[in-house]
């Protein structure tokens, strides 16, 4: 039972309809014992603007998660950023601060990277190829990074959005080489898909799963369907699949600890 007394957190996207979080986040409460909810918030994009506003207005909501389309514009409106928003220039974690202000980080990627550790993967000395140049394309890029990744190629339906991360990351990492590619992903170790392109049935995919080696881990964000359709297509060719749920999973206590429900320090 929900009582008067409870903390609200809430994810915000467009749709919300696949999201994990309620789950993660309600189940983790029950854990611990801390008087909270977490809910889905379905906001449009041409909605959004006002609805932050209306964010801010509840006084009992102490932050939420953010999921796309919204990333990148959350972390334009926001009071202020830290840590990987910042850098990213997108936010998928927002809490309210003391004074009533809002303050957005980017978790996504130190997620990503902690469930490939938890997998057994490790970026060290690694090519990867991300579909994507969004949000969580640009976080997963930036934590693999500085994890240790070698060689990074980013493929985006708009080749300048490509184009502008690389040359982000490569700013930060001069170390890593890096290349706008094709939808084919053969040569590299790690293949994800940071695109929303999965949600629906008749969805194509983001890159040519076909060309992928079969030594190649690829990897999702979509955490719903748990497998999707590229994921059944690449463990066909013979290829170890990562579920999207686990960058979810892998980001969950930095995501508690910077809302301060857990001790750990967060990026």
């Known amino acids: ?10 994810i915000i996207g467009d749709p919300v309809g696949h999201v994990r979080t309620p789950l993660v986040f309600n189940a983790y409460f029950a854990e611990h014992g801390i008087d909270a909810v977490c809910v889905p918030i379905h906001i449009r994009p041409d909605e959004l603007e006002t609805a932050l506003a209306g964010l801010k207005a509840i006084a009992n ?21 830290v840590g990987d928003g910042d850098k990213v220039g997108a936010v998928n974690t927002v809490r309210r601060e003391a004074d009533g ?6 978790l996504d990627g130190h997620g990503f990277v902690a469930g490939l550790a938890k997998a057994g993967w490790g970026p060290q000395g690694k090519s990867v190829y991300i ?4 949000g969580a394309a640009s976080a997963i890029a930036f934590a693999l990074a500085g994890a240790g990744m070698a060689r990074l190629t980013i493929f985006d339906r708009t080749p300048a959005m490509g184009q ?4 982000r990351v490569k700013a930060a990492y001069p170390h890593i080489e890096t290349a706008f590619g094709t939808r084919d992903p053969s040569g590299h170790d790690l293949a994800v898909n940071a695109t929303p392109l999965g949600l629906e049935p008749d969805d194509p995919f983001s890159f040519d799963v076909e060309k ?3 030594e190649t881990l690829v990897a999702e ?10 994921l059944h297509a690449a463990a066909a060719r013979g290829c170890a699949i ?11 206590d930095l995501m508690m600890a910077y809302f301060g429900l857990a001790p750990q320090a967060t990026p």
């Open 1 to 10: 039972m929900v009582a008067g007394t409870a903390r609200l957190y809430a």
């Open 61 to 81: 909501l102490d932050g939420f998660i953010v999921t796309a389309p919204h990333k990148a514009r959350v972390a334009g409106i926001v009071d202020r950023l």
């Open 101 to 106: 202000s809002f303050t957005g980080t980017m």
């Open 131 to 134: 579909a994507g140049a969004g």
């Open 164 to 167: 502008a991360l690389l040359a």
């Open 212 to 214: 992928a080696d079969p």
């Open 221 to 230: 964000v979509l955490m719903k369907p748990e497998t999707t359709a590229l």
């Open 242 to 252: 990562h579920q999207g749920k686990h960058m979810l999973d892998g980001q969950r």
